[in-house]
């Protein structure tokens, strides 16, 4: 199993640091990832939100690429629809040239209203955006020449310079719905996915309907971890800042309703209420052993070749994200490596 971190660059009033530092706090943070083993960091997209989500990851990803050595990088997820298919491949080129072919692309469709309302865009026409983006991305990539008659961007005799270092470019797809599962499979994808219905079922079951070997693909499951000494420690860190996810998670997926369960009552209406709450039952919030013994049963429970986690909530202080990453990775990271 693979170990892999979420940075989402999220900056509430709250709890605002000046954004050059957090920038700062937040690479700086990346660099311990690389020095602790772990193998990935993933960064994340969304727009126009009050806490200063990040929404440009492929400008992070390049920036990354250039402080780091080993480490892994990618996007959970490039948003397709909001940006140009050949701008993105520019991109995604430099960042994996930046990184000497350590670059993983993964991209997913939206679904917020507010974004797609900002935009001006139509968000019926998500799916069909998604998948000419990024059919027009993988060929740009792959091949010279690109010639494209598509119904959103046309192209011709195109040939995009420098090249990448990474042929194929691995490609990633963000699914929760039966849709974008079986969408995964049949573009010839690996599949991420978080909390709600496991798509992980469908997603091999599918695979294999097309006559492709499940082993040949990888499969990420995101999940909230904190570590820390004590577990009143753990939840006293991370409670107030993992309801601020939740509140902008309730919001936005209760509007798109994409997903059986995303309109249906919150159980608690408050950060305190979370630690005793049926909620908790898929954090991963404790100290090294609970997390241990959680993993475990998480382990033989789902398919997962890579565990990613997010770490550093909302608001939180680096140095606190900081040493939870360090508890994971010195803890319990062993436990799992052969698995």
């Not at 420690?233 to 996810?245: F, G, M, P």
């Not at 404790?286 to 429970?301: E, H, M, R, S």
Request: hydrophobic share 40%; glycine share 6%; charged share 25%.
């Amino acid at each position: 199993m693979r170990f892999g971190v979420m940075h989402d660059f999220r900056n509430p009033k709250r709890w605002h640091i000046p954004s050059p530092a957090f920038y700062q706090a937040m690479i700086d943070q990346v660099i311990t990832m690389e020095q602790l083993g772990y193998d990935h960091v993933w960064l994340t997209e969304h727009h126009f939100t009050e806490d200063a989500y990040n929404p440009v990851p492929l400008t992070m990803a390049a920036v990354l690429a250039a402080r780091t050595q080993r480490i892994r990088i990618g996007t959970f997820v490039m948003l397709m629809p909001f940006l140009h298919p050949v701008r993105a491949a520019e991109e995604v080129i430099l960042a994996d040239i930046l990184s000497n072919g350590r670059f993983d692309l993964g991209v997913g469709q939206g679904y917020t209203h507010e974004e797609f309302d900002a935009f001006c865009m139509n968000r019926k026409e998500r799916t069909a955006r998604f998948e000419e983006g990024i059919t027009l991305v993988r060929k740009l990539l792959a091949d010279e020449n690109v010639t494209f008659e598509g119904r959103f961007t046309q192209v011709k005799n195109m040939t995009l310079m420098p090249r990448g270092v990474q042929q194929p470019q691995p490609l990633w797809i963000g699914a929760r719905g039966p849709k974008a599962t079986r969408r995964a499979a049949e573009m010839g994808a690996n599949l991420m996915t978080t909390l709600g219905p496991d798509p992980v079922p469908l997603y091999l079951e599918t695979l294999k309907s097309l006559g492709r070997d499940p082993k040949q693909f990888k499969i990420a499951q995101l999940r909230m971890l904190y570590c820390a000494e004590t577990e009143d420690q753990a939840w006293a860190d991370a409670q107030h800042h993992l309801w601020h996810v939740f509140d902008y998670y309730r919001g936005v997926l209760s509007r798109s309703n994409d997903v059986e369960g995303d309109a249906a009552p919150w159980p608690i209406s408050r950060a305190e209420e979370l630690r005793d709450s049926p909620m908790a039952a898929d954090l991963f919030i404790g100290t090294p052993d609970q997390i241990v013994a959680k993993l475990d049963t998480f382990c033989k429970n789902h398919v997962c070749t890579d565990f990613i986690m997010s770490t550093h909530f909302a608001g939180i202080d680096p140095k606190k994200s900081t040493r939870s990453l360090e508890l994971f990775a010195q803890e319990v990271m062993p436990a799992f490596r052969s698995r």
